[in-house]
Every structure is written in C-alpha cells, then in structure tokens.
C-alpha cells in the first residue's frame, strides 16, 4: 500500500533523473548475492517496470570466470550489459586476465571498467571502456587523485572519479562534510563522478545495525540536489546542509522544481551509483510521488 501523501504526489519528478542511477550491485556486500542469482534478477528486473533506472550489472574480476559459466548456461535476448570491477588491491594485471575472459563473450557487452586510484591507473585507459578511477577518503591524497584524473580528461575515454560510500569494517561511511569535498571537489574540477555502496535509501537516516550499533548513511535524493547545488554557486557548507537533510518533502519539492536542462546537467555529473538492494531506493522513490506508476 502506498503511503504517499496527497502533497507528495502532486509532485512527480521526469524519470530521467532517476535513469540509470543505480548499478547493479547485488554480488557485492553486504548482499554479495551469488553470481547465477544476481544474473537471473537482472534479467528479471530488465522485463520489470523500472528497468529504465537501473543501470549495468557490476562484476568484480575476481568473478569473470564465473559470470562466463553462467551465460554459458543462460540464454538471453539481448547482451548483458556487464561493469567490470577492480576494487582496492586487485592489480591491474588481474583485470587484464578478467577482460580477456570476458571479451567477445556471448551474451555480454562490457560497458565500463572500474579500478582504484595507483601510481599506474592510467593504463586501465588502453582498454577503450568507460573507466571510473576510485579515490581514497583522505582528503590531501584525494585532491591530488582527483587532478590526475582531471588532467587525463583529454583522452577519449569516458572518465569520472569513484568514491566508496559505505562503511568498511571499522570504518564508518564519509561524513557529510567528507562527501561534500569530493562532490565539489570533482564539480570544481568539471569531473563526473560515481558514488557506491551505501546509498540504501532516498533520504538520508540513521540505520540500526545487526551488531546494535548504528550508522549514519547518506541519501540518493541528497547527493542528487548536493550535486545540483554545488553546480550552481553553493559552497561546502551548503551542500553538508543538503547531505544532512532528513525531511523528504524539502528534497521532494526542491528535486520536483528542477528544469529538463537542470536534471541533464546533474546527472551528467552524478552518473550512478552501486547499491546491491538494486530496487530498495527505488521504492523509495515511489512511495514519495518521484517516479509515479
């Protein structure tokens, strides 16, 4: 049943701004669903409703094998779109062997490649994908990463920086403050960015743990207008205050005023974000009158 208000839903926001958000996440944790289960739900979900906002199915090399035995096995209609994934610590050299496995595979297309920020990620542009580079949260070391990336923006590869945005073990998630430099320091640097994990939910919350603990998680709909705001004119402060929002109807009406131009611009700077709870934002999204029937 929905529990959208009468307000909320006067407020229907173009789907576009919401097209291709959230990457498919599922075999990464804390979900780490398995291979052959998260291929049969993307298919799945690619025939459902909100197919238009979901956007690749990420791999992480570690897995290509896998994902190769699977299609062997899973007949499909079209290629399935695949972002291959190199977190922090897997060598370049390791991607070179998951690539070859994986190109010219039946049933797949690879649509990107991501990998972490070392001395020698700029050969990961030689593979003529789409390359997302992650950066590291201490804020010397990322601006330095993130003008090496911006300086590399003349080749002719998608580029866009990466950064982790849940927890880790003992680490917690960013703090507003700490995505609020990153978010203004890639729109400084004209640099689309991606964000992934932790973005569960639409707005920003404190979320109860399976340990007790708690945890402070950032919201899709937050980064969304942090990121519109820091295009145009807003400073740091600014966008903590829009990162630490906890009422939807402000993010809901602010979302619902932007213009065709201004949702194009957004999202040509915020392009996605992994989640493995692939359509749990998007019921969010719902549910608050953003996205309709």
Not at 100 to 118: F, K, P, W
Not at 171 to 180: D, H, N, R
């Amino acid at each position: 049943m929905s529990t959208r208000t009468p307000t909320q839903a006067e407020h229907h926001t173009e789907r576009s701004l919401f097209a291709r958000l959230i990457d498919d996440a599922a075999v990464f944790p804390p979900g780490s669903a398995a291979v052959d289960t998260a291929v049969s739900d993307y298919l799945a979900r690619r025939r459902g409703p909100y197919a238009d906002l979901v956007g690749p199915l990420l791999i992480p090399a570690s897995a290509a094998a896998q994902l190769l035995e699977v299609m062997g096995q899973t007949p499909v209609r079209r290629p399935l779109p695949v972002v291959l994934i190199a977190r922090p610590g897997t060598s370049l050299d390791q991607v070179e062997i998951a690539l070859s496995i994986l190109r010219g595979t039946g049933g797949i297309t690879l649509v990107g490649l991501e990998v972490a920020h070392q001395p020698d990620w700029s050969h990961a542009l030689r593979h003529d994908l789409p390359l997302a580079v992650e950066v590291g949260r201490d804020p010397q070391g990322q601006r330095a990463a993130l003008a090496s990336l911006a300086s590399a923006t003349d080749q002719s590869v998608d580029l866009r920086a990466k950064l982790r945005t849940q927890s880790a073990g003992d680490l917690p998630p960013p703090t507003a403050q700490e995505l609020a430099g990153f978010l203004l320091g890639c729109l400084r640097l004209d640099l689309p960015f991606k964000l992934t994990g932790g973005l569960h939910h639409a707005v920003a919350r404190t979320v109860d743990l399976p340990d007790g603990r708690t945890e402070e998680q950032h919201g899709a709909l937050n980064v969304l207008l942090a990121t519109h705001r820091g295009m145009t004119g807003h400073e740091v402060d600014d966008l903590v205050e829009t990162l630490l929002v906890r009422d939807p109807d402000t993010l809901v009406e602010s979302l619902s005023a932007l213009t065709d131009e201004e949702v194009g611009a957004t999202r040509s700077r915020f392009t996605s974000y992994g989640c493995c709870g692939v359509l749990d934002p998007v019921g969010e999204f719902h549910e608050l009158g953003l996205i309709g029937d």
